[in-house]
């Protein structure tokens, strides 16, 4: 029997790894061959089983005239016809086919598929005006550049080939900064490490602040006024701005008072770096003073001096946060016609008090609000101050508070401090005043939307379930 070449094109059809296997047994008939030998002839690695074999052998003799041919076997229908061609050769072949309008020539074998090209083959359906050139399928998208009808969503999530708000960060700004990868929607900052430098996430609106809205203090830093860098605290306080309302004090070195009076712009921002640690002097009015109508936010700051550590009046909107107010003469915090939202702070072995209200105290003392003003009092830790630990003009809700071993007595008009427990256990805190395993004020209160989302420490809460009484969220 003479046998002569078999093309190259038919060896890669049977053969291909887009050929005849058991991952795609209807091969053959999708690609809309005329010969109809079965397509389970393969072996289920891709070679060449003896059916198929045959069935290439026959075609051959056939067409030579041979004497002999093998006989198909039963499964092989019908003959290979003298020529045979491969599926397409252009998209002209695929015009009307079930495979699709576009000859795709990348493979082995010219295959019909539903597009090659976003131009030719895809419509101006927003979902479908791509071509993904590797799955041959018409899509939304496989680049920014076809996301421009939806002005919200202008990236290409190239993966599920969707347009969406962002990938990375790169397409958020202002007070979304942040891409949350899982939803690929921006949204506003929640932690300092999410921001580039000066790295700061700004507690106010959620953006990431630049060092042109920063004003910089560090007592042992260099003091340059024309960068905003200032070693005094009385000058970095008069360089804040409308421009720049954020203070960065940074250092373990002590700064003098900081006063935010009349003058000073609304909102402003607070924020204690590596370590950061206000010591006024007994002169001043307070470690920390905000006056006046304004908003003024406060975090991760030490304040230990020689007058009241946190003072608020005259109609001041105070947030306080993170904060370790310890070891103050005249009191720890003072609120006199402020609103205030305390959270997260640590405020211990402070001296007496003034007496305001005719109410001895030394820890926390909350006056009177302003009008339509409010007052939050959440999850700080109250202890050992040298008088009473918190006394309340009006009754607060401070039942989320580890408040104990105050000289004189827990609180005064607050309501009841049970959170640890009933009778007010030992809240077993260790030298910093944080939680141990054994102390009886963990995991006692429900979270809500209002709940804090993290501690002192700036870890998430809850951490088990519930969050825990106090500052600190305790973690093994």
Known sequence: MRTRPV???LIGLVAGVLGCTEKNPNYCAEAGLSYKFRCSALNPDGSM?????AAIDHHDADEAGGDTARDLPPEVVGDIPPEVKPPCASDTD???QPGGPACDKSGPVPLCVPCTDSAKHCTTDSKKRACDTIAHQCVECVRNEECTIDPGKAAC?????????CVDDGRCSGTKPICELSLKTCRSC???GECKDPGVCVDYDGHCATS???????KNGVCDATQFRFCAAAMAVAAVSAQRPILIINGAAAVGSIDISAAAPDPILIVGKNGAWIGAGSGDNAGIRAAGVRKL???????SGGTVGVLAEQGADLHLTRCTITGNAVGGILTNGASFDITNTIVAINDQGDQAGGVVWAGVRLGDLPANGKGRFENNTVVDNKQIGISCKTPYDITTNIVHGNVGGESVNCGVASCCG???PNPMLDGAYRLTSGSPCLDKIDSTPASVTVDIQGQPRPYNGKLDCGADEYRP
Not at 157 to 165: I, K, L, N
Request: glycine fraction near 4%.
């Open 94 to 96: 695929c015009a009307g």
């Open 297 to 303: 936010w406060v975090r991760d700051l030490k304040v």
């Open 157 to 165: 999530d190239t993966v599920a080939h969707q347009c969406v708000e």
């Open 190 to 192: 929640r932690a300092d």
């Open 422 to 424: 009933t009778g007010n």
């Open 49 to 53: 089983a003896q059916d198929a074999d």
């Open 212 to 218: 042109d809205q920063v004003v910089f203090l560090d």
């Open 7 to 9: 093309a190259p094109w």
